[in-house]
């Protein structure tokens, strides 16, 4: 395996007017797409993307290939794609950057994902923060329609499509995939149950492939190079270039296209030119917010790919870093963390809706001076008691970090603890 800084998805990120639709097709923009509509089966095309082993690249990292295989091929029901753009889980800005910098490689993916999938209609959800990527994608759709790439009959090929944009209204669980179609549905977004799983009954109860922004952004590539040459990128388990997100204390952070498998240490020691003033790094959350922490010496022994992470109990997610330095209080960044999980319950499931409260003044207790010893197995009986019991993976997302830190850091929940007793007590 060779390690590179690979230009797949960002290549275009630095041309001039990089969003314009005239300097994406002078680069071979949407040539894939009329190729694959004349001259390819929809059921090729899912070959095809099983076969480079694309797995999603919203969080939780199921082959993409085999979701679009789960839509029944016999159905009377209109089929839909819908495009995950809320990008909500926090350390995590890499669609934005597709969303504003190459709006019309996302869509050629929608072009060609709804080919594969049978859809006409593709939904692409975006949360309303990101005004400069709404508009971009905007007028990239009004272009492709005006260019006779989207709409009927498409370049007399026989393939129809509709496309639109839909904003959100800025809440995380929005970007939980059943969550996001009770939003289009205008609908209270609650999580659904599953199954049914929407590849079978998803928005307005029709069949419905829901997608990552960045996922759908690889698919054209997939369809011009060929599978091999994606399965051959990186990782031979979970192949590709993935935008990654590095936040904290880091003195450049930012985000970074690499191939899977690149050793983590030496992407904080590199490209984000190490921990910020020369400090020493304390920890990483790998995988957005809603991951297990990781320790230095995890760290550097690390690669990034889900086999490696996962090895260390730990998960990829979203691919957002965040890097905290030595003179992090463990208690209070987990404090934080809770905090936003309990502001984004959306309250439906009780273990959630009460216990991520509950977790938030236990913790607050520890910053207040307050902790005791028996509140850390509390928390890990509260941990125990919500995870696998809600409707969505909020709540569990939500346990990774606590459940991690509590156990990685006792220590410092403990020297809380002893800086209450009061001294000198004869
Ligand atoms: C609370 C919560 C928030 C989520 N937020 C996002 C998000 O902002 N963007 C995203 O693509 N997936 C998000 N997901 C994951 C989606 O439910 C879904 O797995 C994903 O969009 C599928 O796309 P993929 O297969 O391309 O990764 C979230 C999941 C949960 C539980
Ligand atoms: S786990 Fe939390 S966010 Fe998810 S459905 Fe239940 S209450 Fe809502």
């Known amino acids: 395996m060779t390690l590179k800084h690979s230009k797949v998805l960002s290549a275009r990120f630095d041309k001039e007017n990089s969003q314009a639709l005239a300097g994406y097709r002078e680069d071979g923009g949407y040539e894939t797409f009329l190729s694959v509509i004349k001259q390819k089966q929809p059921d090729e095309v899912i070959d095809i993307v099983k076969r480079s082993g694309l797995h999603g690249r919203g969080g939780a990292g199921f082959s993409t290939g085999t979701k679009w295989s789960f839509v029944p091929k016999q159905t009377d029901k209109p089929i839909y794609l819908c495009v995950n753009g809320d990008e909500s889980e926090p350390g995590t800005f890499k669609d934005r950057q597709v969303l504003e910098f190459d709006p019309h490689q996302l869509l050629e993916g929608v072009g060609i994902t709804c080919f594969a999938v049978r859809a006409k209609v593709c939904y692409v959800y975006l949360r309303v923060e990101f005004a400069k990527g709404i508009r971009a994608v905007q007028h990239a759709i009004d272009e ?20 639109h944009l839909h904003t959100g209204a800025g809440a995380y669980i929005c ?99 190490g921990i910020r003033g020369g400090k020493q790094l304390k920890a990483i959350i790998p995988g957005g917010s809603s991951s297990k922490v990781l320790l230095p010496d995890e760290v550097r022994k690390v690669t990034m790919d889900t086999p490696g992470i996962r090895a260390l109990g730990s998960s990829l997610g979203s691919a957002g870093i965040i890097v905290l330095d030595e003179d992090t209080d463990m208690v209070d960044a987990c404090l934080n963390l809770m905090k936003f999980y309990a502001h984004e319950s959306c309250g439906q499931c009780t273990p959630c809706r009460e216990g991520t409260p509950w977790i938030v003044k236990i913790l607050q207790r520890f910053m207040d001076g307050e902790g005791k010893a028996s509140d850390l197995d509390l928390l890990l009986d509260l941990a125990e008691n919500i995870e696998g019991r809600t409707v969505c993976a909020l709540a569990d997302g939500a346990m990774w970090p606590l459940t991690s830190i509590v156990i990685k850091f006792r220590h410092e929940f403990e020297a809380k603890i002893a800086a209450n007793q009061p001294v000198g007590v004869a």
Request: glycine share 14%; proline share 10%; net charge negative.
């Open 175 to 273: 970007g939980e995939e059943t969550s996001l179609l009770n939003s289009i549905e205008g609908a209270r977004p609650y999580p659904r149950n599953k199954p049914p799983f929407p590849a079978v009954e998803g928005l307005w109860g029709c069949p419905t492939v829901i997608n990552n922004v960045e996922t759908i952004a690889n698919v054209p590539h997939i369809l011009k190079h060929g599978a091999e040459w994606h399965a051959g990128l990186g990782h031979p388990e979970d192949p590709g270039s993935r935008l990654w997100c590095v936040s904290g204390h880091v003195a450049k952070p930012g985000w970074f296209e690499l191939e899977t498998g690149y050793p983590l240490q030496e992407l904080i020691d590199g490209p984000c030119g």
């Open 144 to 163: 492709a329609y005006a260019a006779g790439l989207f709409g009927q009959d498409i370049d007399g090929s026989g393939f129809s499509l509709d496309v």
